[in-house]
T-cell receptor, first 114, second 112 residues
């Protein structure tokens, strides 16, 4: 069974631009979550989606948005990029939106904002 | 609020040494607890989990027991290998959500 895939793996953008990251969950999984990882703040939760509905949102500004499609694939978008948005963005998929479920992580997208 | 605190790293051990990485949590309700591992340049891999008090999670020689009375989930391994060198994250998820709350991570280096 293929794992979680994220594209692209690396991105370089400049301040003010916008970016879209993509995540394909494990086949059959309908829950997708996104996390931001930085050296200073560690791993922080961004969003959680299940069946195309956002169930939870982390404490991030409105420049960060996401969505989930009917095939469970998910995208996140960051508009008006800032230097502080440079991070590893991780996507995780799960089979159901419960706290006992295991989330499986993709390799991440490394975003660098210049 | 809900939070996870891990022992500060980095931790450096010799091969075959005993490993303990402490993890304590603060949470409302009854969380599930997880240990994830991250190798250089990769995403997170689940190492083990426990979903209720007194459960013991185990995998690849690693163990952790969900202790509700001490709000702890310490990771242990009896004999570490060089290949165990990685960053280890303790995390919790709360009832009604799949969102994970992570500790700050502990970098482990094993010397041959």
């Amino acid at each position: 069974k293929a794992g979680v895939t994220q594209t692209p793996r690396y991105l370089i953008k400049t301040r003010g631009q916008q970016v879209t990251l993509s995540c394909s969950p494990i086949s059959g999984h309908r829950s997708v979550s996104w996390y931001q990882q930085t050296p200073g703040q560690g791993l922080q939760f961004l969003f959680e989606y299940f069946s195309e509905t956002q169930r939870n949102k982390g404490n991030f500004p409105g420049r960060f948005s996401g969505r989930q499609f009917s095939n469970s694939r998910s995208e996140m978008n960051v508009s008006t990029l800032e230097l502080g948005d440079s991070a590893l963005y991780l996507c995780a998929s799960g089979s159901f939106p419960g706290h006992t479920d295991t989330q499986y992580f993709g390799p991440g997208t490394r975003l660098t904002v210049l | 609020g809900n939070s996870v605190t891990q022992m500060e790293g980095p931790v450096t051990l010799s091969e075959e040494a005993f490993l303990t990485i402490n993890c304590t949590y603060t949470a409302t309700g009854y969380p599930s607890l997880f240990w994830y591992v991250q190798y250089p340049g990769e995403g997170l891999q689940l190492l083990l989990k426990a979903t209720k008090a007194d459960d013991k999670g185990s995998n690849k020689g690693f163990e952790a027991t969900y202790r509700k009375e001490t709000t702890s989930f310490h990771l242990e391994k009896g004999s570490v290998q060089v290949s165990d060198s990685a960053v280890y994250f303790c995390a919790l998820s709360l009832q009604g959500a799949q969102k994970l709350v992570f500790g700050q991570g502990t970098r482990l280096t094993i010397n041959p």
